[in-house]
């Protein structure tokens, strides 16, 4: 295992910053990692896990290690008339574990088409999209403790998990490198189309026969449609979250702005779409310097080319503050600022 000195992380970042890290190692196997944890030259500096860099913004250079995650394999380890159990090496990247899924006819991950990433960083924010979570399909992962190099297993409890939220990002933020992830995923696909454009997409495609190809197919148009592509233009995907507020205070914002977009959530709470927040504070699609908010997505903060790390920040806590003063509602940032 090589360990390089400063070098750029531009390529390895979906907002392609040209930041510098002190050291750098690519993790081929659990040996690699287990070096690095016993190496008393390693043990007190910073480590950063590193997938594809596609939910990250880098502010400044690395002062640490950054260890990018190259653990490989896709395997079926159990099944029964239901189910199979699909572990993936958390380097994998997430779209391929989706695919492998596909051509199986394993059912349970075809609405998360076309997320970037690596599949060890699924379970950090409880990855969702189209009507699905991870949690829904999550059978356990394996993890080791970067300090002492102890390896564990978290099931589902333990996980945490909650709307692009979990334990990693949270009490165990930095402590563990997620090494292996196990999926239930089921033989008798139950289709889920609920997020209504799927449907209207299916339509569209002429699909007659609804099978879980289909609905991968129907999800990438969609995304393709609307998502800005990382090799094209930097961005992290939604910079912030949807925020969930409560009923009362949904009912005197729709009194005020009666176009709103929302839906029900768990209890009596309502999730606001920050992409339409965003719009009508007028900043979709606006540029600003090097940044903005996307032109098809509000919710899609953007690197028009040559925008440092302090200005793409800059300008999302611009429009944070905007929709607070406008609306009066908290949008959290969903991406992972460094
Ligand atoms: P990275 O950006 O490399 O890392 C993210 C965080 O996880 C960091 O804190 C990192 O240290 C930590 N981490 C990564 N791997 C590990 C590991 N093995 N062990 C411990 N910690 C780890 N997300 C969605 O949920 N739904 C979407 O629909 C969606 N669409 C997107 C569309 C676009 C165009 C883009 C650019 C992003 C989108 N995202 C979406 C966000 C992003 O794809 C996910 O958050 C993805 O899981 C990040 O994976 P990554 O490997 O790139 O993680
Ligand atoms: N909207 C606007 N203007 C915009 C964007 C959206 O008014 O510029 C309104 C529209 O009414 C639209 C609604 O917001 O119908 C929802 O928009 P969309 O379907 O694009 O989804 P989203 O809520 O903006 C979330 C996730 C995405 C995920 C999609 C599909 C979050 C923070 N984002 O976006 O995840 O792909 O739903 O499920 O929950 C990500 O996490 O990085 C991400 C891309």
């Known amino acids: ?7 750029s992380l531009k390529p390895f970042n979906t907002f392609h910053l040209d930041v510098l890290t002190d050291l750098f190692s690519e993790i081929q196997n659990l040996e690699d990692l287990q070096k690095v944890i016993s190496d008393p ?12 860099g596609s939910n990250l913004l880098f502010t400044n250079d690395f002062h640490g290690i950054v260890l990018k995650n190259n653990l490989k394999g896709i395997q079926k380890i159990k099944e ?50 189209y009507g699905v979570e991870l949690k829904e399909v999550f059978e356990e992962l394996e993890a080791v403790h970067l300090k002492t190099g102890e390896v564990k297993l978290f099931r589902l409890a333990d996980c945490r998990f909650g709307y692009r939220d979990s334990i990693f990002k949270n009490e165990l933020k930095n402590e563990f490198m997620i090494v292996k992830v196990t999926l239930r995923l089921s033989k008798h696909p139950v289709l889920n189309t609920s997020y209504g454009a799927i449907e209207t997409e299916l339509k569209a495609m002429g699909v007659t026969d609804k099978n879980i190809r289909a609905i991968s197919k129907a999800v990438c ?46 209890g009596d709470k309502m999730k606001l779409a920050a992409g339409w927040l965003i719009e009508h504070c007028g900043w979709k699609g606006k540029q600003v310097g090097n940044v903005g908010m996307h032109k098809s997505q509000a919710l899609v903060l953007v690197n028009y080319g040559h925008a440092t790390g302090d200005e793409l920040f800059a300008h999302a806590k611009t429009v944070q503050l905007n929709v607070k003063e406008k609306f009066g509602v908290e949008m959290e940032m969903e991406v992972n600022v460094i």
């Open 80 to 129: 029964d008339d239901d189910s199979v159990f699909i572990q993936s090496g958390s380097g994998e990247a997430w779209n391929d574990l989706v695919m492998y899924c596909i051509e199986n006819n394993y059912a349970g991950i075809e609405n998360m088409s076309l997320i970037p990433g690596t599949v060890g960083a699924a379970p950090i924010q409880n990855i969702g999209a």
């Open 221 to 266: 148009n969609i995304r393709l449609s609307k998502l800005p592509n990382p090799d094209q233009i930097g961005n992290a995907g939604s910079f912030f979250k949807n925020p969930e507020v409560s009923s009362e205070k949904y009912e005197s914002l729709k009194k005020d702005f009666p176009e709103l977009v929302a839906h029900k959530t768990q």
């Open 41 to 52: 030259e390693l043990s007190s500096i910073p480590k950063l896990i590193l997938g594809g």
């Open 1 to 7: 295992m090589e360990t390089r000195k400063k070098i």
